[in-house]
């Protein structure tokens, strides 16, 4: 049963610290997304890689948001400095390059920041 | 600048009837369009599509309704059943970009016994 896992699923931090996000793909999948989910602005598309290589992340704050991916089975997202205006839930999803259907999502990391 | 809505945060309907579910979308370049649904504490999965060449694609109790010149898509699900209660986010496309999406807000639906 192949799923996307992503850890932590819960992360409670205080304002300016570092936080990373875990996410393993499905193996064989060459695109991986992370999103972010609101209450106001829902799914957010915030990055994603296609064999490994960022191609898009305009979604992403620069100045505070990394994504990466070392290698083919993990995808990292990092926050630093973090701020009260991160939480929420990040998914990440990987998939085929071309077919949307397959686009699988994790359980997701609920992010609260104080 | 939400290019894709759902205007309707929550729907409640009872068991065995129709539900329809309604997303509205403003950049006419979008020729793509999923249904994702989504259960707490899960990802969302995904659901139905449709391609802009049709109006309508079925798929068991889920179909999927394409206006394009509304800019209006909807999902009906005839019958409703209780396991059907979750989120529901509308998700587009453009054509040679398949794997980047915008999503809706999300609506909630309840199907009560």
């Known amino acids: 049963d192949a799923r996307v896992t992503q850890t932590p699923r819960d992360k409670v931090t205080e304002m300016g610290q570092e936080v990373t996000m875990r996410c393993q793909p499905i193996?064989?999948?060459?695109?991986v997304f992370w999103y972010r989910q609101t209450m106001m602005q829902g799914l957010e598309l915030l990055a994603y890689f296609r064999n490994r290589a960022p191609l898009d992340d305009s979604g992403m704050p620069k100045d505070r948001f990394s994504a990466e991916m070392p290698d083919a089975t993990l995808a990292t997202l990092k926050i630093q400095p973090s701020e009260p205006r991160d939480s929420a839930v990040y998914f990440c999803a990987s998939g085929l390059s071309t077919l949307a259907e397959t686009q699988y999502f994790g359980p997701g990391t609920r992010l609260l920041v104080l | 600048d939400q290019q894709v809505k759902q205007n309707s945060p929550s729907l409640s309907v009872q068991e065995g009837r129709i539900s329809i579910l309604n997303c509205d979308y403003t950049?006419?370049?979008?020729?793509?369009f999923l249904w994702y649904k989504k259960y707490p504490a899960e990802g969302p999965t995904f659901l139905i599509s449709i391609s802009s060449i049709k109006d309508k694609n079925e798929d068991g109790r889920f179909t999927v309704f394409l206006n394009k010149s509304a800019k209006h898509l909807s999902l009906h699900i005839v019958p409703s059943q209780p396991g059907d209660s979750a989120v529901y986010f509308c998700?587009?496309?453009?054509?040679?970009?398949?794997?980047?999406?915008?999503f809706g807000t999300g609506t909630r639906l309840q199907v009560t016994l």
């Open positions: 950049n006419s370049m979008f020729d793509y």
């Open positions: 998700a587009a496309s453009v054509t040679g970009t398949a794997s980047k999406l915008t």
């Open positions: 193996l064989g999948h060459n695109t």
